[in-house]
């Protein structure tokens, strides 16, 4: 443990005994949100992202060190253990570096080698390595045997022998590895005949790139292509390119090989020369190419998981327009418009259909039914879906509200993105088990506007559509880390346990899906909780449990307004000790921040709270139930561009970020395609990561600089103070460049538009 805590500290940039402490809390089953926000004297003040980082670290380590110890017993048993190999397996740091020192002693069918090596012939290949001048075809005569008939036999024996050593040399294969990472290429061509049919991936039809830079959109894009047998794809060493793969001058890595095994290079032409052209051609070259391969995807999909991320948790934690009644709009055209109104708590009051659009244009029917229920239920918010005919539907909202006396509502169009899947969901089944799947699609939009974190935790992760290339990475490493991503975003605002649902308790620190289930039960037969201690009582939810999860529960207008805050229950003597301190009452006291900030810190430490925890509370009674989500804003479309066609260049346009990924960021401007604002686009300064100058759900102002009518691409700019050329003003003309005009829908990561931007970003 403690050279794992050694090794974790310096990667994380801590001490081993911060190290130490966390994992010990880990393998007791603490989470990291309750580690990181009520553990921080233990820890040392590790914050989520550290945990999480240590987390995984610590699960491949440990891996790395179950494998290491199958291997030593496997070799120890074969009775080929030696101190040396001992020595390099112990300290072999990576899972590679393991496999290729066990390579020589894995299991295998009997080989070529093998039959080869009974035969006595290693001593033939022994001699002809030491000595390369002597002719092999003399030599060889003298090992005619059974099973090798003749001198050519006897070669391809010895052969065998020497390509099997190398090919298990752990040095050997390091080297090459290194080289191959450092100065390979990328490369991609087009399958014959598939031109056509392969038309999105135009750009990889003939493509290299270094694997050391090529960026995870594009190891992606021609992953895909390959997938789709549209292209043939590898990686090769420059010289291989120029000189061609079959050319009889020896490659770089050809020339390490042979400086590796002890070859001159005056030995190309001779018997040796070609068994080291083959050790490289047919067989470390293809296994490192193999190798790299899937290296470059498995690099590729970590980082578009990190993309989706950052995407989600910028969602999850978007403003919420808050508990007021809001009346929900699905839009659509021969299916028609599907109605649902919300109360506060997001409570059905009302359902219904209407029918605006083509093919049956009743227009003044739907703002009548639409007024009455705004009347009937004292409507304040009206969430559109961004889909099929939303601007449309928008515009059906606009005149809505020219109808209303008094108070008018806020229209705000809101991403549908999953908002089918949860329709279809057994979730959704058990929450509205007689109303039409198409309806709750409808409530789901007007519920995810008042609270897009309670909403959204209803919906697999996956397939909120805020991610580059998500169907086609690791889904189980995707789901794993999406839910971190989901765990953390609940816990850092806190949920309601009188109001939430099971889906969003089921996220909370300590809670499983069938604990959640039981507060809910629990909730409904003996009606709404007074007090966190009551929770005890709900069953199977013991002392452990409870520890985990009570600081994130909220109870609002309970027996206690400290079960309101984030102060954990066990630091409720502390907040005593405080009150007594300023000889005020709990109620005077929250929110108080002149007697609060008189407080110095310190003076409340003891042996079980120390100062960051004191500080924390000092901080959360200065503003109980502080919600750490930013203030609600809306983004109001341009009227009258509703379509891409309407776009001029020019236009400054009001939007909605969709989805940010490492090339730039998408913005939903109201006309059914998102457009692109490139990386350089971003901002007047230099942008290196996309993600530190927006983030989903941010409203921003774009400028219009190409538009792409045939092909649905749009390129935006926020550096509202460009000017498009002369020749691009006026009526919307193609685009000039894919990598500043790709535009997709978040929603749909299969989207080729999107692929092609991403084919173009090296340009």
Known sequence: MSNLSQRLAQELNCKPAQVAAAVALLDEGATVPFIARYRKEVTGGLDDGQLRLLAERLRYLRELDERRASIIATITEQGQMSAALRAQLDAADNKQTLEDLYLPYKQKRRTKAQIAREAGLAALAEQLLKNPQQDPETLAAKFICEGFVDSKAVLEGAKAILLEGWGEDAALIGQLRSHLQSSGLVTSKVVKGQEQAGAKFADYFDFAEKWAVMPSHRVLAVLRGANEKILSIGIQLPEEIENGVRSKIWSSAEQRIARHVGISANCADLWLGDVVRA??????????????????????????????????????????????????????????????????????????????????????????????????????????????????????????????????PVKVVVSEAGASVYSASELAAKEFPQLDVSLRGAVSIARRLQDPLAELVKIEPKAIGVGQYQHDVNQAELARMLDAVVEDCVNAVGVDVNTASAALLAR????????????????????????????????????????????????????????????????????????????????????????????????????????????????????????????????????????????????????????????GAFVDIGVHQDGLVHISMLANTFVKDPHAVVKAGQVVKVKVLEVDVPRKRIALTMRLNDEAKPADRGAAKPARSAERQASAKSAAPSNSAMADALAKLKR
């Open 279 to 408: 050790a490289w051609r047919t067989k470390l070259g293809v296994s490192l190419e193999n190798e790299l391969l899937t290296a470059a995807r498995e690099r590729a999909e970590l980082e578009a998981i990190k993309v989706f991320s950052r995407n989600l948790k910028d969602l999850l934690l978007a403003a919420p327009a808050g508990p007021r009644c809001t009346l929900g709009l699905d839009p659509g055209l021969r299916t028609g418009v599907k109605v649902a109104v919300v109360d506060a708590t997001g409570k059905l009051l009302a359902t219904d259909t209407i029918y605006p659009h083509e093919p049956r244009r009743d227009w003044d029917k739907s703002l009548f039914i639409l007024k009455k229920l705004c009347d009937t239920h004292g409507v304040e918010l009206i969430a559109i879906g961004n889909g099929t005919a939303s601007r449309e539907t928008e515009q059906l909202a606009t005149d809505l509200i020219a109808q209303i006396d008094g108070k008018k």
């Open 508 to 663: 909370v620190s300590g809670l499983s899906p069938v604990l959640a289930s039981n507060v809910v039960a629990y909730r409904d037969e003996y009606g709404a909780f007074k007090n966190r201690k009551a929770l005890l009582k709900v069953p199977r939810l013991g002392p452990k449990a409870f520890e985990q999860a009570a600081g994130f529960l909220r109870i609002m207008q309970g027996d206690n307004p400290l079960d309101a805050s984030a102060v954990h229950p066990e630091a409720y003597p502390l907040v005593e000790k405080l009150l007594q301190k300023l000889g005020q009452d709990l109620r005077s006291t929250m929110g108080n921040r002149a007697a609060l900030q008189a407080v110095a810190p310190e003076s409340l430490t003891d042996a079980q709270f120390g100062l960051p925890t004191v500080k924390d509370i000092l901080a959360e009674l200065e503003k109980p139930g502080r919600d750490p989500r930013p203030e609600f804003k809306t983004a109001t479309f341009a009227a009258g561009i509703e379509k891409i066609s309407d776009l001029q260049v020019d236009m400054v346009l009001e939007g909605v970020v969709s989805n940010v990924t490492n090339f």
